[in-house]
């Protein structure tokens, strides 16, 4: 079982559409988890965090946290052309292992004008 | 300004010669790491370090050697090149090593093409 898991896609929505993208993880201890954007040939690039249960909102972002399932999820709301990227969920560990960050393998997005 | 600055963006380079990557942070972080990204995007930590001094080596092989100066530059040294070394390789830092909030901001990355 890999330590954090999404979906690979590709994910294709409408604009206007939210785009649900998930992420699971293994470790039960896990402390703080992290969305990243990655455009093609580009770096990544936070979009949120998050380190309680419940949801967690930041413009057309939320975040939402279940750490009893070991889920974690990101929405994006009113998608635009622009949020089309690869979006990575991150795991940080519950002694922050060395400050590690496990990536999963990236959800692709891609909205449709 | 650039936070987290690596270079070079780009390198080349035939199998079993010797090449370093450097990265500076402007950011006064105490944490560095450095990973790297495969060409199925997955993004993997290789190094960690903090205050110059090294906490995490990921099983990378010994040809691979970071060196911290100073907390404000984290470099990696890689010898006798392979073609599976092939890939992005990413500078990044936090202002320390550990904490829920401990956020990672990343560099530009450095790809390298071992042919």
């Known amino acids: 079982q890999k330590e954090v898991e999404q979906n690979s896609g590709p994910l294709s929505v409408p604009e206007g559409a939210i785009a649900s993208l998930n992420c699971t993880y293994s470790?039960?201890?896990?402390?703080?988890f992290f969305w990243y954007r990655q455009y093609s040939g580009k770096s990544p690039e936070l979009i949120m965090f998050?380190?309680?249960?419940g949801d967690k909102e930041d413009g057309r972002f939320t975040a939402q946290l279940n750490k009893a399932s070991q889920y974690v999820s990101l929405l994006i709301r009113d998608s635009q052309p622009s949020d089309s990227a690869t979006y990575l969920c991150?795991?940080?560990?519950?002694?922050?292992?060395?400050?590690?960050?496990?990536f999963g393998q990236g959800t692709e997005l891609s909205v449709k004008p | 300004d650039t936070a987290v600055s690596q270079t070079p963006k780009y390198l080349v380079t035939q199998m079993g010669n010797d090449k370093s990557i450097k990265c500076e942070q402007n950011?006064?972080?105490?944490?560095m790491y450095w990973y790297k990204q495969d060409s199925k995007k997955f993004l993997k930590i290789m190094f960690s370090?903090?205050?110059?001094?090294?906490?995490i080596n990921e099983t990378v092989p010994n040809r691979f050697s970071p060196k911290s100066p100073d907390k404000a530059h984290l470099n990696l040294h890689i010898n006798s090149l392979e073609l599976g070394d092939s890939a992005v390789y990413f500078c990044?830092?936090?202002?320390?090593?550990?904490?829920?909030?401990?956020?990672?901001?990343f560099g530009a990355g450095t790809r390298l093409s071992v042919l």
């Open positions: 990044a830092s936090s202002p320390k090593l550990a904490g829920a909030k401990n956020i990672q901001y």
């Open positions: 470790d039960r201890g896990s402390q703080s």
């Open positions: 998050i380190y309680s249960n």
């Open positions: 991150a795991v940080n560990g519950w002694n922050n292992q060395g400050g590690k960050l496990i």
């Open positions: 950011l006064g972080h105490d944490t």
């Open positions: 370090y903090n205050n110059k001094e090294l906490i």
